[in-house]
């Protein structure tokens, strides 16, 4: 069976310092993989999603980018944070077909201080 | 700006009644409409998916879909204070994109 695994579960940062979110997905290969954002109250938005090594489709201009080193493994950061960047990040993979719903990972708790 | 719309709640049930939540959508072209259950700090898991015009049953769970009025509802029978959670209505156009709505707070008395 497929498990995504996402850490750190929770993260405080200073305005201004970088950001390195890492997920990794086991039980399939070639996964198409998400970044997405919940905001306290609010729906979940797309940040990036990748359908393969190196390729990265960006949802919402912002200081965030992702990337895609290997397969199963999918990395969000920043070079310099924003008060605004606070938020649930959430990693997840999910299959083509138009059944197929979203495995969400755990979760990244980041508050931007 | 293709949108889902969601009551925020919190809907309020006492055990053992039927929760009712309701979801309506902006873009015709959707083809298929998810529910999942997101517990308080916790990621959402998906619990229901229906692509057709009707009722589909799974356990204590239907999804109702509605294409011609562009909604889609979830009941929940037999409510138990464990179904206390955010319950989002996500739905797919086609391809790799998702929209979500911003989920309805569903409160269970026990």
């Known amino acids: 069976s497929q498990t995504i695994h996402q850490w750190p579960a929770t993260l405080v940062q200073p305005v201004g310092s970088p950001l390195s979110l890492e997920c990794t997905v086991e039980?399939?290969?070639?996964?198409?993989l998400y970044w997405y954002r919940q905001a306290a109250g609010r729906g979940l938005q797309l940040l990036f999603y990748?359908?393969?090594?190196?390729?990265i489709s960006s949802e919402v201009p912002q200081n965030l980018s992702a990337s895609r080193p290997q397969d199963r493994q999918f990395i969000l950061s920043s070079k310099k944070l924003l008060l605004s960047d606070s938020g649930f990040y959430l990693c997840?993979?999910?299959?083509?077909?138009?059944?197929?719903?979203?495995?969400f990972g755990s979760g990244t708790r980041l508050t931007v201080v | 700006q293709k949108e889902v719309e969601q009551n925020s709640g919190p809907l309020s049930v006492p055990e053992g009644a039927i929760a009712s939540l309701n979801c309506t959508y902006s873009?015709?072209?959707?083809?298929?409409f998810f529910w999942y259950r997101q517990y308080s700090g916790k990621s959402p898991e998906l619990i229901m998916f229906?692509?057709?015009?009707g009722d589909k049953e799974d356990g204590r769970f239907t999804a109702q879909l509605n294409k011609a009025s562009q909604y889609v509802s979830l009941l929940i029978r037999d409510s138990q204070p464990s179904d206390s959670a955010t319950y989002l209505c996500?739905?797919?156009?086609?391809?790799?994109?998702?929209?979500f709505g911003a989920g309805t707070r569903l409160f269970v008395k026990a």
């Open positions: 039980g399939t290969s070639n996964p198409n």
């Open positions: 997840a993979w999910r299959a083509t077909g138009y059944s197929d719903g979203y495995t």
């Open positions: 990748s359908v393969g090594i190196g390729q």
């Open positions: 873009d015709r072209g959707s083809q298929s």
């Open positions: 229906i692509y057709s015009n």
């Open positions: 996500a739905v797919t156009t086609g391809g790799f994109k998702t929209i």
